[in-house]
């Protein structure tokens, strides 16, 4: 099974700060990797997948990149409503599997 | 818009039986692959199941082979889960998700999510 490593686990930055989160994959997965956003008590909610494309719907604040073993997603000019847990879910190969998620407080 | 709603779940005792459901609706449910994936505070996201548009190919995690069975009926554009010989650490919020591509999926919506709470 591939593993995905997220860090940090959790961080906290102010209103207008980028924040970066990495995942790091235990082999290559080319850029099959998904970025999902989740609130509390809410279902998670796609923000990017193959790596760096943006999900209808989505803020262009957010981005992704990397390629590999390798990927971060960055939020540009953090927002309140960003308060939530980022997960990113590798789909190379089955089994599908998930990061182990970056909660993202604002100071 | 699409929807995807999943019944109700429920507490089961360990070795009973539970059936989810998850009733699609606003996009041509017989195109997509459907997932269901857990969730718990310890474990965080499990994919659990998939079974492709047409029902040629399904495939389960380790931990729920042998005893989950993914299914669906497209002319009722609903993906079931029967869950058997219920262990306690199937205890979770359970998802049904549409799968985004041809047999590399991504999660493009998500239902609800349903509690399922296995203990005696």
């Known amino acids: 099974d591939i593993q995905l490593t997220q860090s940090p686990p959790f961080l906290s930055a102010s209103v207008g700060d980028r924040v970066t989160i990495t995942c790091r994959a235990s082999q290559g997965i080319s850029s099959f990797l998904a970025w999902y956003q989740q609130k509390p008590g809410k279902a998670p909610k796609a923000l990017i997948y193959?790596?760096?494309v943006l999900q209808s719907g989505v803020p262009s604040r957010f981005s992704g990149s990397g390629s590999g073993t390798e990927f971060t997603l960055t939020i540009n000019s953090l927002q309140p409503e960003d308060c939530a847990t980022y997960f990113c879910?590798?789909?190379?190969?089955?089994?599908?599997?998930f990061g182990g998620g970056t909660k993202v407080e604002i100071k | 818009q699409v929807q995807l709603v999943e019944s109700e779940g429920g507490v089961v005792q360990p070795g009973r039986s539970l059936r989810l459901s998850c009733e699609a609706s606003?996009?041509?449910?017989?195109?997509?692959?459907m997932h269901w994936v857990r969730q718990t505070p310890g474990k965080g996201l499990e994919w659990v199941a998939v079974?492709?548009?047409?029902?040629?190919?399904?495939d389960y995690a380790d931990s729920v082979k042998g005893r989950f069975t993914i299914s669906r009926d497209n002319s009722r554009n609903t993906v079931f889960l029967q869950m058997n010989n219920m262990r306690a650490e199937d205890t979770a919020v359970y998802y049904c998700a549409r799968g985004n591509g041809l047999s590399r999926y991504w999660f493009d919506f998500w239902g609800q999510g349903t509690l399922v709470t296995v203990s005696s």
């Open positions: 879910q590798q789909f190379n190969s089955f089994p599908l599997t």
């Open positions: 079974i492709w548009y047409d029902g040629s190919n399904i």
């Open positions: 606003g996009f041509s449910f017989s195109s997509y692959g």
């Open positions: 193959v790596a760096t």
